[in-house]
């Protein structure tokens, strides 16, 4: 049975408050209904938009949820100053952690292996610059002599993170609370300084 109501009536939106609005229709529809269920006709009837609007500012329906759920991950994911790179990285990969969870998590990690001839090449420079920013909390760990100096920041993040992503992209497998901090420590334990 179909609805006899008609569509909600496009606003005319331009600019930065039109893309704000898409882009959080993106996010509250990848929430909902996922990856499936965010198609720029969805996004752009919830966010009050023409649809043409939306394909000339992204071509591309992935370029669109890239570029939504990426705005979305910057927020989710600031960078902790504790004083103690231990804290640091647990706040930070708990916080990845829980992004990683959801739906939003989800859909950016499956956008970011795809191969898709239709998706701006953004997303390798995007994991690069996320991954260098967290690299501060190691490089200040270094710094407070917390960290062997010479400790690579870049594989350290990585080797918190890459079993988060392999078991959301390759097992599936849940994790409990206790995963991050056994994470973090098995990775700092092997750039301690030497006494």
Not at 35 to 41: D, I, K, Q, R
Not at 133 to 144: D, K, L, N, S, T
Not at 173 to 193: F, I
């Amino acid at each position: 049975m179909t609805s006899t109501q008609p569509a909600p009536r496009p606003l005319r939106r331009r600019g930065e408050p039109m893309r704000q609005a898409v882009l959080a229709a993106a996010v509250g529809i990848l929430a909902t209904e996922g990856l499936s269920g965010a198609t720029v006709a969805a996004v752009a009837r919830s966010a009050g938009v023409h649809e043409t609007s939306v394909y000339r500012r992204w071509r591309t329906r992935e370029n669109l949820i890239l570029d939504a759920l990426t705005t979305e991950l910057d927020t989710a994911l600031p960078i902790p100053d504790t004083g103690d790179v231990r804290e640091d990285l647990l706040r930070f990969f708990s916080s990845l952690a829980r992004l990683l969870a959801g739906p939003q998590g989800r859909a950016l990690l499956r956008l970011s292996v795809e191969h898709d001839d239709t998706l701006d090449d953004r997303r390798r420079p995007y994991w690069t610059e996320r991954l260098e920013r967290a690299a501060v909390m190691v490089e200040r760990g270094v710094e407070r002599g917390e960290l062997e100096p010479g400790t690579d920041p870049g594989l350290l993040i990585e080797a918190v993170s890459g079993p988060l992503f392999a078991r959301v992209l390759v097992s599936d497998t849940p994790w409990d609370d206790g995963l991050v901090p056994r994470l973090v420590a098995l990775t700092l334990d092997g750039s301690r300084p030497r006494t």
